[in-house]
């Protein structure tokens, strides 16, 4: 009996567990345990998913972002290498115009634009501003030290004429001799940078930002405030973290990127709002709790579990119809044409077709179609080439391997209204959606461009950098098929004069003219192409020709340049010089046959112009001797070298010395006395002409005081004015200078001027000549009768005398046209109230036919020739001798 008393108590116990009031209780701990301990399961996988989700959107923020902002900075980039070009190339008061008259400006509602000349001033602008200097701005300073070719993004700062904040994108100019010219500026407001701000994607606590990579805040939005100026710590913020961060912003913790476009040295920035981006879990979290608190009541009244079969079946239903809304509504938002496409499968279980299961207004657009007319047809049916131009084939195999491609492609299909197309297609179940957009502006737009970056805008031949590939591509050929090919430089002669006389409107025209006749004298396979200035270039490859066709060939183009052409109503006629270099036996490389045409056509500008000329070896010795004189003229000005001579001036009636002209001589160490005519042409090519005839000026102004100081009569010094002079800003000033620093009164100075160079401007050497003429300095034309002088602008100089140039001085004594020619001179000069002067006197019966006709003075051998200052002296220092010699 004692052994058999547990096995009762053991069932009693089992019994009582199976009891309803005791086993349901410990199975509803059980299961409320269950349903709390897996709620906080799905709480942790969510918030772990939210944040993923988080990081993932301010990735794919990033992108957009950055994508965006690259795009706004290409495009500013573009515009200032634009005004780059056309300033360097047209010059800084001309380039805006052109730049809109071509469309080619951005628009000035959002885009302020504006060029700077190298003293900081503002010489244009687009939209119109008041005059301001930037030379203090540190972007000035920035390009005035740095020839690095990058562009500077300023602070928002504000400026004079501007009283908002703006940006300032700047690109450095280079002027012809590549030394600083300016900036050239694109303005822009802070908020343009962050206009792409979208509430529905990033919340009112998002943050667009655009630093320097000094960290310094150039454009930052949070919401709807828009800011600048702070400061952030990119090193802190590079530094790898999945947790939200704060910023000297606004300290809201955010889930925050960074990426630095180097290329403008900037730091782009995006940032969510941890309290948005996880506002969604905050709801699902209590959501889940509330879950889990239903299905425990549920639990305990035996019906919960039903009622939560049909809550979450109803949530997911729910979570369907919202994301079907939300891709409705991005995709009709969408720039973007959306085709989602089913897979029609035949009775071989191949794909047969695709049924166009739904698409957006765009792709309405785009095909002329409704959605209606859209759903009702399959892709074959409505374009049924797409199975010939592997459209279809690549729809079935993403439809078959998944993932993504795309492409551009040209469109030849008449269905699709564009030229150009850029199709991205993805992979879903069952089908794919094909994204299409039309490219074609931007297509278009590259194609200018590059054919801009090619070609000359004035011609629209070849450029110099496609004229170099165009030889090279000749040379290779050549070379492939044993063949030859002739580069030819061309310069035109005398076209400075047309320019400086008719203005460059008519030289431009000349220019145009002269490209068309050259191409029309060549085959549609040569090139021709323009250099820059007035110089072109001849790519001619050829099979079989010797030098004498060649010569032919290029003598038809002299013939075809040399024709009159009609500018403003008014005939004008020039030639050009041409070298030519043949490949191979001239060199073998584009760089040497260049060298060598080229050098083949400064041998026939020494020639007398008009002809062509071939590549010889003896003519680089020839060119070698223009550097080294060139390199030593540089020497000359450091090692005081030049030295002036002074040739009188006679009166024709009194035979007194009156003035005389200082003239410039280069005494070379080595080679001896240079001649003028040999190194003022590369002093003025090279620019050095400015420093020499500054000092031209101060000394024949201090030489003209020690003769006044040594008690001889005052007389006139004239000192000539080269084109570069005369061009200079600062002339007036460097005269009033040297002019103090010698103590010499300004009624014993007289500037002379070339008759071609006043008529370049003429109401700009009119202005000059006013402020000259106010301070009583005397001023004449030299070499009159060699330019295109109107009488109406004739009498506007405020000229005292008229110099007869040398060439109708020469045969006076046998040739009537030269007697006409000075005869006019003398009556014009007289009947202005001028004196006519003559230089080149050397025999005396020209002398006496300019007494007869009544010309004032005189200048030439049979005088004097070019004498030290001390021999000057001694002539003014006996008048009665000098008075003799004249007689």
Known sequence: MTAGRPAPRKMRWLRLGLETYVSLPLFMLVLLGVVWAASFHFIGNERVAAQAAARESVDELLDTYEAHV???????DQTLKLVKYASERKGPTAALPELAQEGLLPPALVFAVSIADASGHIVASNPAASEQNVAG???????????????????????VSRDDWHIHFTRRLNGPDGLFAGVAIVEVAPAYFTSGYERSRQGDLGLLAILGTDGVVRAARIGENTSWGQRLDLAASREASAQPRTTTLDKVPRYTAMRTLRTYGLVVVVGLAEAEQMAAFETGRLTHMWEAGTASVVLIILIALVWLWSWQGAKARRRVRRAQETYAAASEANLDAFFVLRAVYGKDRQIADFRIVSTNTRAELMTARSKEEMRNTTLLQWLPRARDNGIFATLCRITAEGGVQQEEWHNDMPEIQAEWMHWQVVGVEGGVVAILRDITESKRDAARIFHMAQHDALTGLPNRNLIGDRIEQSILHAEREGQEVMVAFVDLDSFKLVNDTLGHTAGDELLKTVASRMVECVRKSDTVGRFGGDEFVLVLPQADADDADRAMLLEKVLAAVVRPVVLDG??????????????????????????????????????????????????????????????????????????????????????????????????????????????????????????????????????????????????????????????????????????????????????????????????????????????????????????????????????????????????????????????????????????????????????????????????????????????????????????????
């Open 137 to 159: 701005e540190r972007y000035f300073e920035y390009h005035r030290q740095r020839d690095n070719g990058q562009v500077y993004v300023s602070e928002a700062q504000r400026d």
């Open 570 to 887: 008014q005939e004008v006629q020039v030639s050009c010089s041409i070298g030519a270099a043949v490949y191979p036996r001239d060199g073998g490389s584009r760089d040497t046959l260049m060298m060598n045409a080229d050098a083949a056509m400064y041998r026939a500008k020494e020639m007398g112009k008009n002809n062509c000329q071939f590549y010889a070896q003896e003519m680089n010795a020839a060119l070698e001797e223009k550097l080294a004189l060139m390199e030593g003229l540089r020497r000359a000005v450091d090692d005081n070298q030049l030295r002036l001579l002074y040739q009188p001036k006679v009166d024709l009636a009194s035979g007194q010395v009156f003035g005389v002209e200082a003239l410039l001589r280069w005494q070379h160490p080595e080679r001896g006395t240079v001649r003028p005519d040999l190194f003022i042409p590369l002093a003025e090519e090279s620019g050095m002409i400015v420093a020499i005839g500054e000092w031209v000026l101060r000394e024949a102004c201090l030489q003209a005081r020690r003769w006044q100081d040594a008690g001889l009569p005052p007389i006139s010094m004239s000192v000539n004015v080269s084109p570069r002079q005369f061009d200079d800003p600062h002339l007036v000033r460097r005269v009033a200078a040297a002019l103090a620093e010698a103590a010499l009164d300004a009624q014993w100075l007289e500037l002379e001027v070339t008759e071609s160079l006043i008529m370049r401007d003429v109401q700009q050497a009119i202005d000059k000549m006013r402020e000259l003429e106010t301070m009583s300095i005397a001023l004449s034309i030299d070499d009159f009768g060699t330019g295109y002088s109107s009488l109406a602008a004739l009498k506007s100089f405020p000229i005292s005398r008229l110099k007869i140039d040398k060439s109708f001085v020469r045969d006076l004594a046998h040739s009537t046209d030269d007697q006409a020619i000075a005869r006019a001179i003398i009556s014009l000069s007289h009947q202005l109230q001028m004196r006519v002067i003559a230089e080149g006197v050397e025999t005396e019966q020209q002398r006496d036919f300019l007494v007869e006709n009544g010309c004032d003075e005189m200048q030439g051998y049979l005088f004097s020739k070019p004498v030290p200052p001390d021999d000057i002296a001694a002539m003014l220092a006996r008048p009665s001798a000098v008075a003799d010699a004249g007689a």
């Open 70 to 76: 690259a795009r706004n900075l290409n495009g500013i």
